[in-house]
């Protein structure tokens, strides 16, 4: 790769976001809100850290993009629920205004955007700074404010577009990722690691873990020391023996203990560790190739700091 540098560092790590992304309106106390993102930005202008990062804008996901995972029947739903004006409701969570379609697509394409840029050579990793988010969204289906399930379109372009023959996604929202797990649960080159509180939305039926499948419940009472067994004996030795050759992060901080979506109590650090973990496995198998998405976190405050975190260990910077 060519190494671009600010002073004596190297910028490894790509931003990719979008202003259209602040425009998905979700209405009036919805917690997944633009608010999401100008938390992070800010923490970001606040620490120097947007002055070591590369920014790229989101290009749209193209139809054939989002057909790799998606139904032509989800597709066309989206497009013909988008309101002209006002809200439409996808499910009772799941909220858009006319400016939404283009978020997601932006949302999407932002994940198409930093598996190029890692597959070319020119950045060694990526954070998509994005929303709506992802992981709920399944392959004809909008839940959980989910329209297109971005990681998954990023997992599909890597495996199509490159000369790739196995991906993980890793995904330590506190909520099951049971769009990711529906579109790829038949799919070996693909291996589902997820930790979530259970029982807990999305409520769907957890499949048997497999060969290509490692879902790790928490109890509602779960702290650091539940997540990190997690993590040490179900999702390490997994990624070890499956030797993914890229690595892709549905990164949710909604587990954490100030965030009131949920009832784990995770600690910022928490989220630090199990983002260096991920690293480990990805420079021993994937040449360092990782491509993070934000999915859920909705305290502000633990929100950007944990993102901050996250993207100092994609980094090396911590
Ligand atoms: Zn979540």
């Known amino acids: ?150 990681i998954a379109v990023g997992a599909a372009h890597a495996l199509q577009a490159y000369d790739i023959g196995k991906v993980a996604i890793v995904d330590f929202d506190v909520h099951q990722g049971n769009g990711s797990e529906e579109m790829f649960c038949d799919e070996p080159r693909v291996l589902f690691c997820s930790t979530f509180q259970h029982p807990f939305f999305p409520y769907t039926p957890l499949l048997e873990n497999a060969a290509n499948r490692v879902n790790v419940p928490l109890e509602a009472t779960a702290k650091s020391a539940e997540f990190r067994a997690a993590i040490t004996d179900h999702w390490l030795p997994a990624l070890n023996s499956f030797q993914p050759e890229f690595i892709f992060i549905s990164a949710g901080f909604d587990a954490h203990r100030d965030d009131e979506m949920s009832h784990v109590s995770l600690t910022d650090q928490d989220f630090r560790w199990v983002t260096e973990q991920i690293m480990q496995v990805a420079e021993e198998s994937a040449g360092g190739r990782i491509v993070s998405v934000l999915e859920g976190g909705y305290e502000l405050d633990s929100l950007a700091r944990c993102v901050e975190l996250h993207v100092r260990v994609l980094m090396d910077l911590h």
């Open 1 to 150: 790769m060519i190494p671009v540098t600010a002073g004596e560092t190297i910028l490894r790590t790509a931003y990719i976001s979008h202003r259209d992304c602040h425009a998905h309106d979700t209405g009036d106390g919805h917690p997944e809100t633009a608010r999401r993102l100008s938390a992070i930005e800010d923490q970001f202008v606040a620490t120097g850290l947007f002055d070591v990062l590369r920014y790229f804008d989101a290009p749209l996901a193209t139809d054939e993009q989002l057909l790799r995972v998606h139904t032509p029947g989800h597709l066309a739903a989206m497009i013909a629920m988008s309101p002209v004006s006002g809200y439409a409701t996808l499910d009772p969570d799941t909220v858009i205004c006319p400016e939404s379609l283009t978020a997601a697509r932006r949302a999407a394409g932002a994940v198409i955007r930093a598996v190029d840029l890692v597959m070319g050579g020119e950045m060694e990793n990526a954070f998509c700074c994005v929303r709506p988010p992802g992981h709920h969204a399944e392959s004809s289906r909008a839940m959980g404010f989910c329209m297109f399930n971005n």
